[in-house]
């Protein structure tokens, strides 16, 4: 056997890694629960338009409030929509708004990240006064800002939140480049007169990746903490649009006696939110990093 | 030792000047300003320019920028737009009730948290740990807005325990505002004890691994007293900057509680500041939320530097 032989068994496909670590994430009961409400969420959000009963926006005044029955198996809001469509269809929105927000808050954040722990000195100092700065205006101030200045379309809370939420990442990310920037390889690719862009690329990423992507993960359940508390404020997204947050705080005044019309979405909201928590946690562990010690920066 | 507390004291003014680079920078580029925002239509010749010379807004937005730093230093923060009163005198009775809500809650929750958190630590994995740390789990992910709707809906409307709405004056009496804050502080102190009570645990969890108390063990000192002398001193001692981050933290998050209670305090302001396009009042929130969250963190980063020996002789990392 040569010694090119052994080097080619122990790389493994891509597809090898990430199935090993989905395995070892679902081998925990925490970890096998927090990954299937999430599968059921994302498969719900994209069968729910094919399989919802009624119509989103159909308003019906002679069903207005209607307890949970055959016909509306979680009753009828106070316009009449059924609660069941608007409950299934409600997680659409926040969903890709948030998937696709910490993708960029990911991508910002971590490179941004790496970028300051590998020069240091000036740039970097000024760079985390700032983001230290951000840190300090809370999130919901700036992000109520930001919408009101630009309003609530898809375009300006992607990225508004990606920006929000992509601070916290530029510390982990540092933290993380400042662990491997003493290693032995980072010092012989400099020596080898490597560039910034050669070392970041081909040495730093490949031993910060997992650190970043968990932050990733996690950053997903806040922003959607984040983003449903903006809807339910009013500064989401508008009506008719479903979605649980708005759901939520249009039936909570009539919820002395339509209790069904804020149980669903609050069910559906806590359900998702919990399994996001819960596959990150467990994706955490399976990687082999220690989050219990963090705050919710 | 002091040139450490003095670097780091600096480095909160650094970060305070920057926040308020970032309000003044972020409240200026909103479409229209104050004074089109006051006379709505008749926002044009005269008036405008009458009302621009009135808020002062007719000079270059740098000097303006300088004039309301050096006024907002010494407290005055100008005046709101919608009432028309010293914006000092709206954040005063807001900062007021605030301040009780969460003061209520950081004193029901730190020692709950730490007997939550030293409990599920040594009884690691057995049956109290494995319950009260999935209920912590649900405390801790479920949006402030969702609990504090579940609180009400339970305890005000079925039960009929508690009013489930706060309806008192801004400048209310501590006494009569009493039994209206019981659920607002139940709803933020949940958040706050259950990512306490986990943080709490692991660093437990760590500091018994560690090779000292190993070693106390295996000395014979009794299980309590290896307990409180060996373990909880060091284990506490890395919680207090977590604490102080997630209080922090909770500041976004009283926004959403307030709301919810119609409780009248600084996050409510917040809501309604923005909605009225209020942005001198923004522009103090800000700062003012700001500048909890820089000495929150400052007092943290002290008490860890006294308390901790070991700190003393190091530089900090930034």
């Known amino acids: 056997m040569t010694v090119n032989s052994i080097y080619k068994e122990e790389k493994k496909s891509a597809f090898q890694k990430v199935s090993e670590v989905i395995i070892t994430m679902a081998s925990r009961p925490s970890g096998f629960i927090g990954l299937s409400i999430l599968i059921f969420h994302i498969i719900l959000a994209f069968i729910s338009p094919y399989i919802a009963p009624y119509d989103f926006k159909a308003i019906n005044p002679t069903l207005m409030l209607q307890a949970p029955s055959a016909e509306y198996w979680f009753g009828t809001d106070d316009l009449g929509r059924d609660v069941f469509t608007r409950t299934i269809l409600g997680g659409r929105t926040a969903l890709t708004i948030t998937f696709f927000g910490s993708l960029i808050a990911l991508l910002w954040g971590g490179l941004l990240g790496i970028f300051c722990g590998l020069v240091g000195g000036k740039i970097d100092d000024i760079v985390m006064r700032i983001v230290d700065a951000f840190l300090s205006i809370p999130w919901i101030l700036a992000m109520l800002l930001i ?24 510390r982990v990310a540092r933290a993380a480049t400042h662990d491997v920037i003493a290693k032995d390889f980072i010092v012989s690719a400099r020596a080898r007169g490597h560039s910034n862009f050669s070392i970041i690329w081909n040495e730093i990423i490949p031993n910060v990746r997992d650190a970043i992507l968990v932050e990733g993960a996690m950053r997903w359940s806040w922003m959607l903490l984040g983003f449903s508390s903006l809807s339910f404020l009013g500064f989401g997204v508008s009506p008719p649009t479903p979605d649980w947050g708005l759901m939520i705080s249009n039936a909570r005044g009539l919820m002395s006696f339509a209790y069904w019309a804020v149980i669903a979405p609050i069910v559906g909201l806590s359900s998702l939110i919990i399994g996001i928590n819960l596959t990150a946690d467990a994706f955490a562990k399976a990687l082999g990093i220690d989050r219990s010690t963090k705050a919710p920066v | 030792m002091l040139f450490l507390i003095i670097k780091r004291i600096l480095l909160g003014f650094i970060t305070l000047f920057i926040v308020s680079l970032i309000t003044f920078v972020g409240t200026e580029i909103l479409p229209g300003d104050a004074c089109t925002t006051y006379l709505e239509r008749q926002a044009f010749g005269e008036q405008l320019e009458a009302c621009y010379r009135r808020l002062g807004l007719n000079v270059p937005a740098y000097e303006r920028y300088v004039s309301w730093a050096v006024n907002a230093i010494q407290g005055d923060f100008g005046y709101s737009l919608s009432g028309e009163m010293p914006i000092k005198e709206v954040l005063g009775p807001r900062i007021k009730n605030s301040l009780v809500l969460a003061s209520a809650a950081i004193f029901i929750g730190i020692p709950i948290a730490l007997i939550l958190g030293i409990v599920t630590a040594l009884w690691r994995d057995k049956l109290p740990d494995v319950a009260i740390s999935t209920v912590t789990i649900f405390a801790m992910t479920i949006p402030e807005f969702i609990s504090a709707t579940l609180l009400i809906l339970i305890i005000a409307i079925w039960l009929e325990w508690l009013p489930g709405i706060v309806i008192v004056p801004t400048d209310v009496s501590f006494l009569e505002l009493l039994p209206n804050i019981v ?97 001198p009042t923004v522009q103090a929130l800000a700062i003012i939320l700001a500048s909890i969250y820089v000495s929150i963190n400052l007092l943290a980063d002290l008490m860890t530097l006294m308390l901790n020996p070991r700190l003393k002789t190091l530089q900090i990392r930034k």
Not at chain 2, 224 to 237: D, E, I, Q, S, T
């Open chain 1, 147 to 170: 919408v009101s200045l630009l309003g609530t379309s898809t375009e300006v809370l992607i990225p508004a939140l990606g920006f929000f939420y992509g601070k916290g990442i530029v």
């Open chain 2, 183 to 279: 659920l607002p502080v139940i709803a933020i102190a949940m958040i706050m004890t259950a990512h306490m009570a986990r943080m709490v645990r692991s660093s437990v969890i760590q500091v018994m691994a560690s090779e000292y108390v190993q070693m106390a063990i295996l000395k014979g000192v009794p299980y309590w007293k290896m307990v409180f002398k060996h373990v909880l001193p060091n284990a506490l001692l890395p919680a207090i900057n977590v604490v102080a981050l997630t209080i922090a933290w909770l500041l976004g998050g009283v926004v959403v509680t307030e709301v919810v209670f119609n409780y009248p305090g600084l996050g409510r302001l917040v809501i309604e500041s923005i909605s009225n396009r209020d942005l």
